[in-house]
């Protein structure tokens, strides 16, 4: 597959997901650093620590903007089903942990593990895509 | 959807890359359009029949004629 049909969203992505990054490994420093000389209190405690979910959350648009950008229709679905394993995984693993969490003692699972989760599954959809692919290549030589 | 994309490419000495650069799209995506795993948008099944300097209907086998 020729990347250039990918290349032009995948150089916007890594280009803006760097300083997204970058706000991160501050704020996840800086957010409890607040917390802590602010002896933040009530409504400025909540906005204080859901800053470093911001970066987090701005990786989500940063996908989204790289499947609108691709050029080609056809990497833009393989990457969409991407996602779309990585959502049903997730969704799965949250479903059935949460489960044992009530009936099996299962240790709490911080809710943020769950978008760690997420971008795991993306790898997963990526193989998913991979065995898609060859087995249609294998289908087809035959 | 089946179509006669494959035929057409061939009688053009075309090969899926050439295609592919010729309609701006991977080869991965000319694969899949040719094998019917991946039906195109109505722009770009237009972009291939404005190729071919033919219409949809001579690329594109419609569903419920195909027997």
New interface residues.
């Given amino acids: 597959?020729?990347s250039s049909?990918r290349n032009a969203a995948a150089r916007a992505y890594v280009r803006r997901f760097v300083p997204m990054m970058l706000g991160y490994a501050v704020l996840v420093f800086a957010a409890p650093y607040a917390i802590w000389a602010l002896e933040a209190q009530g409504p400025l405690l909540w906005g204080l620590a859901m800053l470093p979910a911001l970066p987090i959350i701005g990786v989500f648009w940063l996908i989204a903007r790289y499947i609108v950008e691709l050029?080609?229709?056809?990497?833009r679905?393989l990457e969409v089903r991407k996602a779309l394993v990585a959502t049903a995984l997730t969704l799965s693993i949250a479903s059935i942990w949460g489960f044992l969490e009530i009936y099996a003692d299962a240790v709490h699972l911080p809710t943020f593990y769950i978008p760690v989760i997420w971008f795991g599954g993306l790898g997963v959809g990526s193989v998913v895509n991979l065995i898609v692919?060859r087995d249609?290549?294998e289908?087809?030589a035959a | 959807m089946k179509n006669h994309l494959r035929t057409l490419r061939a009688a053009r000495g075309w090969s899926q890359g050439d295609l592919a650069d010729r309609l701006e799209v991977s080869r991965q995506s000319v694969n899949a359009i040719e094998t019917g795993r991946y039906d195109p948008s109505l722009p770009l099944a237009f972009r291939i029949a404005e190729l071919f300097e033919l219409t949809i209907e001579d690329i594109f086998i419609s569903p419920s004629r195909e027997n």
């Fill in positions: 597959m020729p049909h050029r080609d229709e056809y990497v679905v692919e249609a290549r289908r087809d």
